[in-house]
């Protein structure tokens, strides 16, 4: 079982990554929305959605697995 120390610091990695996410969600559909030549807004934030939680998703796995 992990110290608290450690799930709390784990639980703080994980919040900032959702915050970053959002951060990066909201900066590209702005661009998007500025410049809809781009791609369209909805779109291209949903595109870059799936990509970010693919690659937390991973790194999730690959910290799950190293721990055991």
């Given at each position: 079982m992990?110290?608290?120390?450690?799930?709390?610091?784990?639980?703080?990695?994980?919040?900032?990554?959702?915050?970053v996410?959002?951060?990066?969600?909201?900066?590209?559909?702005?661009?998007?929305?500025?410049?809809?030549?781009?791609?369209?807004?909805?779109?291209?934030?949903?595109?870059?959605?799936?990509?970010?939680?693919?690659?937390?998703?991973?790194?999730?796995?690959?910290?799950?697995?190293?721990?055991?």
């Open positions: 992990p110290s608290p120390v450690l799930f709390a610091l784990a639980l703080t990695v994980a919040l900032l990554l959702v915050l996410g959002v951060l990066v969600l909201a900066g590209v559909a702005y661009v998007a929305y500025r410049h809809p030549r781009l791609e369209k807004p909805l779109g291209l934030a949903a595109a870059v959605a799936t990509v970010l939680v693919t690659t937390v998703a991973a790194v999730a796995a690959v910290a799950v697995l190293a721990a055991r």
